[in-house]
């Protein structure tokens, strides 16, 4: 008899046991199953961030595209009059060629490292080709940069092309006309140096503008793409 009830206890506590390790399981898996879906919210909730980051950089580099062509209009105007003295030209907008347009995107500096995290590698994988080539762009950006901080105005304040007066004659809200002293700027135009910085001023533009329009056409690809997948 001790025997039997022996046995019984047995089985009832190995049932127990199994009740447990079932009960245990579930747990564990409705956990998983709650923070799998907890994951995929925050992913799509970071990836719609990203997207609002890309839409921002989107009309920083239009509005950078647009300076850039009427920085380019006033570049080629002046080299024009290098080439023939006879050309008219606009010298109320040639403060343009002292100018630089802007390069900060905040998308990588934002999602760098969240990105490397993301669980959708396709996702993944666009996001990391796009901020490379955000990097390129910055590469060239700062040759661009370098030509007009470094010695386009220095070559201008040296040559006291400024015209200091210019700044008590504008209106309010609007740019300085006659920035630079047009009899100076003639002068100079003969100047194989100012020359040589033209050239140099021209190349870097127009190679920043066309990596910075190739960038913004894969922004907006990639906007429709992450979209998409998010859906």
């Known amino acids: 008899m001790e025997k039997n009830k022996t046995g019984k206890y047995f089985k009832y506590a190995i049932g127990e046991i199994v009740l447990v ?3 245990i399981l579930i747990a564990l ?10 994951n995929i919210l925050n992913e799509s909730q970071l990836v719609k961030n990203i997207v609002e980051d890309l ?7 239009n509005q950078s595209l ?17 080439l023939n003295s006879e050309n ?15 390069f900060r995107p905040i998308t990588q500096q934002n999602h760098a490292e969240s990105v490397s995290n993301l669980k959708n590698e396709s996702n993944r994988e666009l996001l990391q080709n796009y901020f490379l080539m955000e990097d390129r762009v910055s590469d060239i950006f700062l040759e661009y940069e370098d030509i007009i901080h470094n010695q386009i105005r220095p070559y201008l304040r ?17 740019l300085p006309l006659n920035f630079l ?3 100076i700027l003639d002068q100079h135009l003969g100047n194989i140096k100012f020359q040589q910085l033209l050239f140099e001023r021209r190349l870097k533009t127009e190679s920043f503008k066309t990596s910075l329009t190739e960038l913004n056409i894969e922004n907006m690809e990639l906007i429709n793409i992450l979209n998409k997948n998010s859906k």
């Not at 380019?72 to 024009?80: F, M, P, R, T």
């Not at 040296?158 to 609007?174: C, F, I, R, T, W």
């Open 55 to 61: 839409r921002l950089d989107s009309e920083h580099i």
């Open 29 to 38: 898996s409705i956990n998983n199953w709650n923070e799998e879906r907890k």
């Open 88 to 102: 008219e030209l606009n010298y109320d907008s040639t403060e343009l060629v002292r100018y630089s347009s802007d």
């Open 21 to 23: 390790v079932i009960g």
């Open 181 to 183: 002293k047009p009899q």
């Open 158 to 174: 040296d040559v006291g092309m400024h015209n200091l007066k210019s700044l008590y004659e504008a209106q309010p809200g609007k």
């Open 66 to 82: 647009n300076e850039l062509t009427n920085q380019l209009y006033i570049i080629d105007h002046l080299i024009a009059k290098v």
